[in-house]
């Protein structure tokens, strides 16, 4: 299978890919709780972009066109949010997608999935916020004895914080400040907190 190398196209500017989020309306204002428990006033729900094929396209081809010199041969992320990230950066690599899942708490690999040993793994994810997830898929990757080669994620909410020891690339690093609970000045105003993610906003 020959890769498309002639027409991989330049990689967006940071602009360029937070306008394709904005069109999405991808970036949300307001009080959201979030998975880590965490509050925050602005919140990333790449759902919104990922609906769009085309879009989702753009945004992997960015994330792919930092680990093609890599020899990735899976590309896997975390259900729910890194499903559709991994199917489409493995489609810009030319290689395979699989997803994790959590049975009983504990994520892992289903469905008959399988990783060979010192198989060349790259991770993504849609969004980070404590890197949790992430964490958590290279944990399962070690677990069969592959070999993780690097972190790629769509939106960093860290800023770029969080470090996984491996080759790390984000689309976007936003700084969205999030607050523990009893710390919240949205609570302080008595704003009530919605809870984004996998339930309707």
Same mark, same amino acid.
Do not use: W
């Given at each position: ?11 967006l500017?940071?602009?360029?890919y937070?306008?394709v ?9 307001g009080?959201?709780?979030?998975t880590s428990?965490k509050?925050s006033a ?10 769009? @094929?085309?879009?989702a396209?753009?945004l992997?081809?960015?994330l792919a066109?930092q680990?093609r010199? /890599?020899n990735?041969?899976?590309v896997i992320g @975390? ?6 990230v991994?199917?489409e950066v493995?489609?810009?690599l030319g290689v395979?997608a699989?997803f994790?899942e959590?049975?009983?708490g504990? /994520?892992r690999?289903?469905r008959?999935?399988?990783l060979s @040993? ?7 994810e849609d969004?980070?916020?404590?890197g ?7 944990a399962v990757?070690?677990?069969?004895g592959?070999?993780a080669?690097g972190?790629g994620?769509l ?5 770029g ?6 080759p790390?690339?984000?689309?976007i690093?936003?700084?969205?400040q ?5 710390e919240c000045?949205?609570?302080?105003q008595g704003i009530?907190?919605?809870? @984004?993610g996998?339930?309707?906003i």
């Amino acid at each position: 299978m020959t890769q498309q190398s002639n027409h991989h196209k330049m990689p967006l500017t940071t602009e360029e890919y937070l306008d394709v989020f904005k069109k999405s309306e991808a970036l949300l204002d307001g009080h959201f709780l979030l998975t880590s428990g965490k509050h925050s006033a602005q919140y990333m729900q790449c759902a919104q972009v990922l609906q769009y @094929p085309e879009r989702a396209a753009i945004l992997a081809e960015g994330l792919a066109s930092q680990f093609r010199d /890599m020899n990735v041969k899976t590309v896997i992320g @975390p259900a729910t949010g890194g499903i559709l990230v991994a199917h489409e950066v493995a489609k810009a690599l030319g290689v395979r997608a699989l997803f994790t899942e959590r049975e009983n708490g504990i /994520m892992r690999l289903r469905r008959g999935f399988t990783l060979s @040993p010192e198989e060349r793994v790259l991770v993504v994810e849609d969004v980070i916020t404590t890197g949790g997830s992430v964490r958590e898929v290279l944990a399962v990757v070690k677990e069969f004895g592959a070999t993780a080669v690097g972190v790629g994620v769509l939106v960093d909410r860290t800023g770029g914080k969080v470090d996984f020891g491996l080759p790390q690339c984000s689309i976007i690093q936003l700084n969205i400040q999030a607050f523990e609970a009893q710390e919240c000045p949205l609570c302080a105003q008595g704003i009530p907190a919605i809870k @984004p993610g996998s339930r309707k906003i």
